[in-house]
C-alpha cells in the first residue's frame, strides 16, 4: 500500500471522527441555547410534551421564528401612570371583590400587552410572543387567564384568585416600567437566538442614547415618565395592603 493512500485512509478516519464527536456536541449547544433563552418556559413545553426534547426544541425554534423580530413599543408616561392607578384599583377591589378583580386584572393586562405591540389576535399567540420577550413572567398571564375564565365557579377559591394576581403583576411591573432601552436589549437578545437580520424598526431606539426617529427628546420624557411610575408605586403599595387585609 503506498504512502499516498495510507494518507487518504488517516485523513478519512479522521474526518469521519471529528464528524461523530461534533454532532453531539452542537446538538447539545443548541438545547442549552433555547433552555437558557427560554427559562422556565422550557420546562413547562418539556412537560407538556412529554418529556419529548426534541418536539420541544422545535416548538420553540418556531415561536423564535414567528415572534422574534417583534419590537416592544414604548409606553408614553402618561400612559404609564394610567396603567399603574387603574392596577391599584383592581388590587383595592380585591378586598371586596376577588373575582371581579382577578377579572378586571385580565383585562388590563391583555390591554397593556396590547399596546406594548404585542398585536396577536388570538390569546395563544399573545401566549406565544410574550415566551419569546418575557419567558420569564409569560406565565403571569396565562394563569390571571385561566382564572378569570372560570371565576364565576364556587371551586374556585380565593387564595388562588390572590396567587394569579400576584403572578400577573409581576408581568404588569415589567410591562409597564420597561422603557424602550428595555425593549430593545431584549430583542437584541433574541436576535442572538435566530437568524436573519435584526434591524430596528420605525420609531425604535437607533442608538445607545435612548433617541426615537422624530424625538430626539426621549431621554426627558422617560425621565418624567419615572417620576410618575414613583408616583404610582406607591399607589401600588397601598394597594398591596388591601389585597393582603383581603386574603386574611
Known amino acids: 500500500m503506498s504512502t499516498g493512500v495510507i494518507i487518504i485512509l488517516a485523513l478519512t478516519a479522521v474526518v469521519i471522527l471529528a464528524l461523530v464527536f461534533a454532532r453531539p456536541a452542537t446538538r447539545g449547544g443548541v438545547g442549552g441555547g433555547l433552555r437558557k433563552r427560554f427559562g422556565p418556559e422550557y420546562e413547562r413545553t418539556l412537560a407538556r410534551h412529554d418529556g ?3 418536539a420541544t426544541k422545535a416548538e420553540l425554534r418556531q415561536r423564535l421564528k414567528r415572534h422574534g423580530r417583534l419590537r416592544e413599543k414604548p409606553l408614553s408616561p402618561e400612559a404609564r401612570e394610567q396603567y399603574v ?5 383592581v388590587q383595592e377591589q380585591f378586598v371586596d371583590s376577588p373575582a371581579a378583580a382577578v377579572a378586571a386584572a385580565e383585562q388590563l393586562l391583555t390591554r397593556l400587552i396590547h399596546d406594548r405591540g404585542y398585536r ?11 415566551s419569546v420577550h418575557r419567558a420569564h413572567h ?3 398571564y396565562r394563569r390571571v387567564h385561566a382564572v378569570a375564565g372560570r ?3 364556587s371551586s374556585t377559591e380565593t387564595e388562588e384568585l390572590r396567587e394569579a394576581l400576584v403572578h400577573a ?7 409597564v416600567t420597561s422603557g424602550p432601552r428595555d425593549g430593545k436589549a431584549s430583542a437584541e437578545r433574541t436576535a442572538s437566538h435566530s437568524t436573519g437580520d435584526m434591524r430596528p424598526a420605525a420609531g425604535e431606539p437607533t442608538g445607545g442614547h435612548g433617541e426615537f426617529a ?3 427628546r426621549g431621554e426627558q420624557h422617560m425621565t418624567t415618565g419615572e417620576q410618575h411610575m414613583t408616583a404610582g408605586e406607591q399607589h401600588m ?11 386574611a
Open 52 to 54: 419529548n426534547d426534541r
Open 85 to 89: 392607578a387603574q392596577w391599584a384599583g
Open 120 to 130: 396577536a389576535e388570538s390569546h395563544e399567540d399573545r401566549i406565544e410572543a410574550l
Open 138 to 140: 409569560v406565565d403571569g
Open 151 to 153: 371565576v364565576h365557579e
Open 169 to 175: 403583576r409581576e408581568l404588569f411591573e415589567q410591562l
Open 214 to 216: 422624530g424625538q430626539p
Open 237 to 247: 403599595t397601598a394597594g398591596d395592603q388591601h389585597m393582603t387585609k383581603g386574603g
